[in-house]
C-alpha cells in the first residue's frame, strides 16, 4: 500500500520513525510492504515513487532541513500533492484549526473524493464536519479512520466499536485533555493558584504559550463531538458542545472540594441529546479522579455496564501509535 | 447461523436472554437470523432444528422445569448432542473446573474436530489447553473465541488485538478477580477482619460458600494464564501461575498500610517469562487501586505507553454481554 503524508511535525515524523522501526512486523503481518510515496509540507512535497527513505527524511526533518532533500519539490503544494499524486491512502497530521478545519478538511475531502483510504490525528475536519466527511468515505467506498484524534493513544474507536455490535452506549463521561488535568492536579495535590500550576505546565511544554484552546476547553470539546457522532451518530459539531473552561476556578475552590473529599475534573458528557464540558466535583476514589496528564472515557451501557479505559491522551509516540494502528488496519482490511 | 449452547446456568440462559432481546438489532446487523437449535444442560438437551422458542426455553429455565419440554431429550447428554447434531458453532457455558476442565475441554474439543466455531466463557479448558484448543480450531479452518473468561464485560482481547496491531506488549497487571477486590476494598474501608469481611461477601452472593476458588487465587491464575497465551504465545497453564491468596492477610497489615498511604491488592502480573498472583501494597491513588468487585487491566505496551481498562469483572448480563459479542464477530466474519 502507498502511503501519501501530509504534515510532517511531531506527529507525522513519528508515524514514519514507527514505519521504519515496525517494519519487520508490519511485513510479516501484512504479507507486503508499506512506502511512503510523499510526504507534504508547508514548503513544499518530496515525491518518490518507489518509496522515500524514511530515516532520512525523519532525520533531516529534525535538523529541519527537509527542503535540501533531493526529491523536494517546492512548487507541489499540499493540495496539489493529494489532488494529483499516486497513492491509496492519505495520513493527515497536519496541525488542528478548530474554527474552520483547513488545511485538514480539503486535504481529506479531496483525498476521499478521489477514492482514497484516509488516516488522520487532526481533531479539526472531524469536529467540524463528521457526517459530511464519513459520508463522503462510504460514498466512495474507502475508509476514513481517526483514532489518533481521541486520547491519544488509547484504542477509543476500535473499543467502542467492538462494544457497540452488542451493547447500547448510553451515555459517555470523560477527561479528554490531559493540559487542564495536570494543571488542575497539580493546583489539588500541591495547593497552587491556577496561574502558578498554568506557568509550569508551560514549562514543562505540556501547555502551549497560548493555553487558550486547551483550558477553554475547547479541545475537549472536540474530542467530545467526535465521540459522540461517532456513538450517537447526531451529527453534531463542536459548535454544539456546552462548554466552561477551568480559568476561573480558584485555589480555594479546590480545597473546600478537598476537604469534602472530593476533586475537581474538567468532565467531557454526551448522550444522544447534549453535549458538556465543565468542571466537576468528582469523589476522590472515583475512577474519573485520574491524575497528572492521563485521560480517561467511560462508557454506560445497557448489557456489559460500566466500561473505562484509561491511557496517555497526548505524546508523540503515542499519537503516532494510534496512527500507525489505523493504516494496517486499512492495509489489512483492503488487502 | 445455527447455535448449539452447552450449558444453561446464569450465562447460558443469560445468552439466550440476550438473543432474543436483542434479536432485531442482531438481524439488521447481520442480515440474518441466529437460532438456537439445542440447548445441552447435564440431564438432557432440548432439540428443535427449526429453533428453540428462547423466551420459553427462559422461563422454563427459571423455574427449573426444562425437561417438561416437549423437545427435551434425557437420552441426548451434551457430549453426543456435541458430536452428533447439525450446528455452526457451540456456545459453551459449563461451569469451570480447573483441576481438569471438564466436561467444556472435551465438548470445546469435539466441536473444533467437527469444525465447528466455539464461544466459550469456561476458563477451564483454555486456562489448561489454551495452546492445544487455539491450535485445534486453526487447523481445523474455525474461530475460538473466549472474550467472556476474562474480566467478564470487558473486552479485553479485542483491545489487546487491536493495540497488538502495533504495539509489543512487555508486562500486563491486572486485578482480575471480583471477590477478592471486594473482600480487600471493605477490610480497608471499614477496618474489619478479612473473615468478617468474607462472611459479608458470601452473604451478598459475591462469594461462594467453599471461596477457595477466589481467595487463594486460582480464579485470577486462570485468567492471568489465558492472558499471558494470547499476549506472549508461551503456552503457560494455570499450574504455571506463582500464587499467594488473601487469606493470612490480617487487619493489622492493611491498616499499616493505609497508614502510609497504600492499599492491599491481589495483583495477577505476567510477562512473557513468569506468572504471579500475589498481594501486592499499591499506592491509594494508582489506577490499579479500584473497589469493590472491579476488574482492571493494565498492559505496559512500548509505544502507546499503559494502557488500562475497568469495568465489570462479573455478572451474568455483563458475561453474557461478551459471549454474544463472540458469536455477533462469528457470525460477522463468515457470512
Redesign the interface.
Known amino acids: 500500500m502507498k502511503l501519501l503524508l501530509a504534515g510532517f511535525g511531531t506527529v507525522g515524523s513519528g508515524v514514519a520513525k514507527?514505519l521504519d522501526s515496525?517494519k519487520d512486523a508490519i511485513k510479516s503481518?501484512l504479507g507486503g510492504n508499506l512506502s511512503v510515496v510523499g510526504i507534504c509540507t508547508s514548503k513544499g512535497t518530496i515525491i518518490d515513487e518507489k518509496g522515500i527513505d524514511l530515516p532520512l527524511a525523519y532525520s533531516l526533518a529534525q535538523e529541519k532541513k527537509l527542503y535540501t532533500h533531493r526529491n523536494f519539490d517546492p512548487n507541489t503544494s499540499s493540495e496539489k500533492a493529494v489532488k494529483t499524486l499516486e497513492y491509496d491512502c492519505l495520513v493527515e497530521t497536519t496541525p488542528t484549526n478548530i474554527d474552520h478545519g483547513e488545511p485538514g478538511a480539503t486535504l481529506v475531502r479531496t483525498a476521499l473524493r478521489r477514492q482514497k483510504h484516509v488516516v488522520t490525528s487532526n481533531k479539526g475536519p472531524l469536529a467540524l464536519n463528521f457526517r459530511e466527511l464519513t459520508g463522503l468515505a462510504e460514498k466512495n467506498n474507502v475508509l476514513l479512520k481517526y483514532e489518533a484524534t481521541v486520547g491519544?493513544?488509547?484504542?477509543v474507536f476500535?473499543?467502542l466499536e467492538?462494544?457497540m455490535?452488542?451493547?447500547k452506549i448510553e451515555k459517555i463521561y470523560g477527561i479528554l485533555n490531559g493540559t487542564t488535568n495536570y494543571i488542575l492536579s497539580k493546583m489539588s495535590m500541591e495547593s497552587t493558584s491556577y496561574e502558578l500550576a498554568l506557568a509550569e505546565a508551560q514549562e514543562m511544554g505540556i501547555a502551549e504559550k497560548d493555553p487558550s484552546y486547551d483550558v477553554e476547553g475547547t479541545d475537549a470539546a472536540s474530542k467530545l463531538s467526535i465521540l459522540s457522532n461517532f456513538v450517537f451518530g447526531n451529527g453534531v459539531t463542536v459548535r454544539d458542545v456546552q462548554k466552561t473552561g477551568i480559568t476561573k476556578i480558584s485555589g480555594g475552590t479546590i480545597e473546600l472540594a478537598k476537604k469534602n473529599g472530593y476533586i475537581i475534573k474538567l468532565v467531557a458528557y454526551a448522550d444522544a441529546e447534549r453535549m458538556l464540558v465543565t468542571p466537576r466535583l468528582v469523589p476522590l476514589?472515583h475512577?474519573l479522579?485520574?491524575?497528572g496528564t492521563?485521560n480517561v472515557i467511560e462508557f454506560h451501557?445497557d448489557?456489559?455496564?460500566?466500561?473505562?479505559?484509561?491511557?496517555?491522551g497526548a505524546?508523540h509516540?503515542?499519537t503516532?501509535?494510534?496512527v500507525?494502528?489505523d493504516i494496517?488496519?486499512i492495509a489489512k482490511s483492503t488487502k
Open positions: 514507527a515496525k503481518k491519544g493513544a488509547m484504542p476500535n473499543l467492538g462494544c455490535h452488542v451493547n476514589h475512577p479522579a485520574i491524575d492521563l451501557t448489557m456489559a455496564g460500566k466500561i473505562r479505559v484509561i491511557g496517555e505524546g509516540m503515542q503516532a501509535s494510534a500507525l494502528g494496517l488496519d
